[in-house]
Structures are given as C-alpha cells and as structure tokens.
C-alpha cells in the first residue's frame, strides 16, 4: 500500500517543514508515502478551480481519504484499526486530501471514500499536514506494538 498525500499550496515555515519531513521519514519506515502539493488558488479563482486541480493528480483508482471538519472523528486507536481494514481489503493506494482554505469543492467531497476530522478546531494548513502524519506514525506504531504510541 501507499499513502499519497495531496494539499493545497506549500509549506512555507522552515519549522513546520522540518516537522513535516520529520513525520514522513518516519512513516515512510512503515509504507511508501508520496506528496503531491497543488498550487494555491489566485483571488478570482473557486474552490471549484481547486477542485479541478485535485482531481488532476488524484489517481481514481486510489482510495480517497479527505480531511474535513464534519468527517468522522477517531481517535489514534480507531485511525489505526481504520488503516488495518484498509490494509485487509488489499488497498493499493491511499489519497489523503487537504483542500484550500475555503474547503473543497462538492465534487471532492462526494468523491471522498472516507471523510476524517482531525479536530472541531482550525488548524493552520502546515499544523494539520504535521498533525495528519504524526497521527499516521502513531497509527502505525499501534499496529506494530511499538512503544511510541504510549
């Protein structure tokens, strides 16, 4: 299986970039894990736009994790027995989206096979890919009964 990971825009602050690869290296101990970073959208551009940009490197044959607000909110140990349905049912690829900073657009959301919440909170686009790939790790670390997770 592989993870790819697909958000809007890149990160621009060395410290979360540093966390960031960071959290990648690690989990890239567990599976293979690619970003795609789309561009950020123009002031007279719609999330429309965005979405057709998604869709652009969104392989359709890959199974499509979007992060979003009213998703389902699990904690580390439910994301992990999430990550073993997946891994049980022979998925090659797992897509998980970020969408801009007004969302996504309706046809990503009705494309979305599973929608994750990672807080009733905001968080900065560069906090939630790093919270997204920590929580990934320590899903992994659940998996294998490593001691990271405690």
């Known amino acids: 299986m592989k993870f790819r990971f697909i958000w809007i ?3 621009k602050d060395r ?6 690869d960071e959290y990648l290296g690690r989990l890239s ?7 795609a970073e789309i561009r950020d959208s123009a002031a007279h551009e719609t999330k429309e736009n965005e979405g057709k940009r998604i869709l652009d490197v969104l392989n ?3 199974f499509v994790c979007l992060l979003d607000i009213s998703g389902d909110q699990i904690g580390s140990d439910g994301l ?7 891994q049980v049912r022979g998925l090659k690829e797992v897509n998980f989206i970020i969408g ?3 969302g996504v657009s309706a046809e990503i959301r009705d494309f979305a096979d599973f929608r994750l919440s990672l807080s009733f909170m905001t968080f900065t686009h560069d906090m939630a ?3 997204l790939l920590e929580q990934l790790y320590r ?4 998996i294998r009964g490593f001691p990271y997770q405690k």
């Not at 410290?15 to 960031?20: D, E, M, P, S």
């Open 29 to 35: 101990r567990f599976i293979r894990c690619e970003v």
């Open 139 to 142: 899903a992994f670390s659940i």
């Open 129 to 131: 890919r790093v919270i």
């Open 15 to 20: 410290n979360w970039k540093a966390l960031q």
């Open 80 to 86: 992990a027995r999430e990550i073993e349905k997946w």
């Open 9 to 11: 825009g890149k990160t």
């Open 100 to 102: 801009g900073a007004e």
């Open 60 to 62: 359709p044959k890959g």
